[in-house]
């Protein structure tokens, strides 16, 4: 004969929590088993957490993959310029060319500046704005 532990009041409504009578698999006892309102009340707020977190990512992923398009070209180059003392050079990556390092530190750097001024002309959509200045 089996004797009911709780009697119905103590089943609370599904707003605050969910209470069952259900057989065990194995043995056919019943147990009585309760979920607690506060993982009814939370489930919204995780599943909300989540889809921030993923719309962050998103947005994390499309600004990684805008600076990654940038580099290497003029908007945002890795290296500008290397000194190489032991071989007299002064190497633009921009214009991809060779310089005389004790002209350069001298300050002719006209040669340099004529170049890129040829290579990107005032008023090209490739250079960057100096508004856009960083």
Do not use: W
């Not at 006892?29 to 939370?42: A, C, F, L, P, T």
């Not at 989540?50 to 290497?72: C, F, S, W």
């Amino acid at each position: 004969m089996a004797v009911a532990l709780f009697s119905s009041s103590t089943i609370a409504t599904p707003t605050a929590a969910t209470s069952s009578y259900r057989p065990h698999l194995f043995n056919g006892q019943y147990h009585y088993y309760k979920e607690d309102g506060h993982h009814i009340s939370n489930c919204p707020k995780k599943k909300a957490k989540d889809a921030r977190d993923i719309k962050l990512r998103e947005q994390q992923e499309l600004i990684r993959n805008q600076r990654k398009l940038r580099v290497g070209t003029g908007a945002c180059a890795k290296k500008i310029r290397t000194y190489n003392y032991k071989d007299n050079r002064v190497s633009d990556h921009r214009l991809k060319m060779n310089f005389e390092l004790t002209s350069f530190l001298d300050g002719d750097i006209e040669t340099i500046v004529q170049v890129h001024l040829l290579q990107n002309p005032p008023g090209c959509p490739s250079r960057p704005s100096p508004n856009n200045t960083r």
